[in-house]
């Protein structure tokens, strides 16, 4: 039985109607840009197997210190304990981030990464006492990813439709540009007390068409967000890693989020991995002697070594 035979009697492919798909091809083996299939026949990786594998396949001197880590220690639960790679990859993070960026919150992919920033801006203001601040700004042709918070925050489509009475409240934007920019000013300022966060992809929406735009008006929509005390989460999920001609795409901007999502390219392709970074007043928020300010959220690969030496090595 061939791969494509035992492939179409166990598997279900993403984004995929199974009913009636062309067979998959099956890939044996990675090298650089290159995809090989059973038969030999090589494809060139255009789309970076969804943009992740940015430095090539079986990049050697990442698979070297994945297998090194993984002679030394595999996996740890990472509440209550801690490890050097984990410790070493935010050490080194940090500093690359646009602004001034302060903790990093591991996880294990982007959505995740993206539902751990919501989480962190809709507490954010439950621990400081203001209830009314509840709602998510967000790109109407976004994509943020396909658990259920992310789908929230991403523009209703074909990927939302069976669930968009589940989705939580979103107030949905079109992308600024210079005909619309005061018009999108003026809503930021006339929902400020019911506004926690600020989603978005900067300068690019990725899955939602390749919609480009630019930096100065993302910078004044920024801007009405701090004036207005909006939080700003940048999902530089697609974008990070020098995907816009800058390590991340918010380096083109000179008013910074207060919390990143990373993810695909950060380790290479090599190994699942979320990152989702804060400034010091998010996290200030979470000290209490109160354990419902707690962030009470986990995975159970969180920082697991592995990913974090992938990272490193990426």
Sequence with gaps: MSLIERDKKVIWHPYT????????IPIVRGEGVYLYDENGNKYIDAVSSWWVTIHGHAHPYIA????????????????????????RLAERLLPLLPGKQDKIFYSDNGSTAVEVALKMCLQYWNNKGNTQKKKVLAFKDAYHGDTFGAMSVSGRSI???????????VEFIDLPNADNILELQTKISQLQTEICCFIFEPLILGAGGMLMYEAKYLDE????????????????????FGRTGTYFACEQLTHHPDIFCLSKGLTGGTMPMGVTSCNEKIF????????????????????NPVACAASLAS
């Excluded at 002697?289 to 986990?298: A, E, I, S, V």
């Design 17 to 24: 109607q199974m009913k009636d798909a062309q067979n998959p």
């Design 64 to 87: 070297e210190k994945v297998s090194v880590q993984l002679k030394e220690l595999e996996h740890v639960i990472f509440a209550g304990f801690t490890h050097e790679p984990a410790v």
């Design 159 to 169: 990927f939302t439709n069976p669930f968009n009475d589940l989705l939580f409240d």
């Design 221 to 240: 929509l920024l801007k009405s967000c701090e004036e207005n005390d909006i939080l700003t989460i940048a999902d530089e999920v697609m974008t990070g």
């Design 284 to 303: 200030e928020a979470f000290l209490s002697d109160d354990k419902l300010k707690t962030l009470y959220h986990g995975h159970s690969f969180t920082a």
